[in-house]
């Protein structure tokens, strides 16, 4: 099946930096690509949907100016968590679709953010 | 109450025992997705339903539509199959409802 990367896999940071988070589709090209966090034993909670091109869509009670999503090009998506508080550790995992309609989601393996 | 009801949320079966994992969802979907997250966080895509039934190994997904239920099922289950399994809805316009998961151990 496609894969889709992320990196880091795991990032330790100090409260108030900022953290950039990647997502790849490695061979295919990524339409739209989805941000998800996951907070211990919870379910995964959408954050973002990003098309290639154009501004992402956040969903309700996520800050856009909080956490930065660029999906400048079909391969690459970035998450960039500005200023960042212990409340925002976290794993975050990222998805790609080839469409637009319903075509599989491709996760990546995840990035585990601690800040402390 | 979440829209989407999985059960149960943890499961430990012997190797060898047919697993089941139930799946209840409350909003209108086109679509049920089984996904399965191992214990690194990394997400796999199982299946994906609109009606009926679908077979991948010994792994079998079901759904029945007028009550708004799926099932996924394991086949001769083995510890490489312990996981957390994920039940997610998706509308027609693309918006995903997830479960909270079933944590599936297997004992060799």
């Known amino acids: 099946g496609a894969v889709v990367s992320q990196h880091p896999s795991w990032v330790i940071c100090k409260s108030g930096t900022s953290v950039k988070i990647e997502c790849r589709s490695l061979?295919?090209?990524?339409?739209?690509m989805f941000w998800y966090r996951q907070f211990p034993k919870q379910s995964l909670m959408l954050m973002a949907t990003?098309?290639?091109?154009?501004?992402?869509?956040?969903e309700q009670g996520v800050e856009k100016d909080k956490f930065l999503i660029n999906h400048a090009s079909l391969t690459l998506s970035t998450l960039t968590v500005t200023s960042a508080h212990p409340e925002d550790s976290s794993f975050y995992i990222c998805?790609?679709?080839?469409?637009?309609?319903?075509?599989?989601?491709?996760f990546g393996p995840g990035t585990r953010l601690l800040v402390l | 109450k979440n829209e989407v009801e999985q059960s149960p949320q943890n499961l430990t079966a012997q190797e060898g025992e047919f697993i089941t994992i139930n799946c209840s969802y409350s909003v209108g979907i086109s679509a049920l997705h089984w996904l399965q997250q191992h214990p690194g966080g990394g997400i796999v895509s199982l299946f994906m339903?609109?009606?009926g039934k679908k077979k991948h190994g010994r792994l079998i997904a079901t759904i029945n539509i007028q009550e708004k239920h799926s099932s996924l099922h394991i086949t001769a289950s083995h510890p490489r199959d312990s996981a957390v399994y994920i039940c997610?809805?998706?509308?027609?316009?693309?918006?995903?409802?997830f479960g909270t998961g079933t944590s599936l151990t297997v004992i060799p």
């Open positions: 061979d295919f090209q990524a339409t739209t």
């Open positions: 998805s790609a679709r080839a469409g637009t309609g319903r075509e599989t989601q491709y």
């Open positions: 339903l609109s009606s």
């Open positions: 997610a809805g998706q509308n027609t316009g693309n918006q995903f409802y």
């Open positions: 990003s098309n290639e091109g154009s501004k992402a869509t956040y």
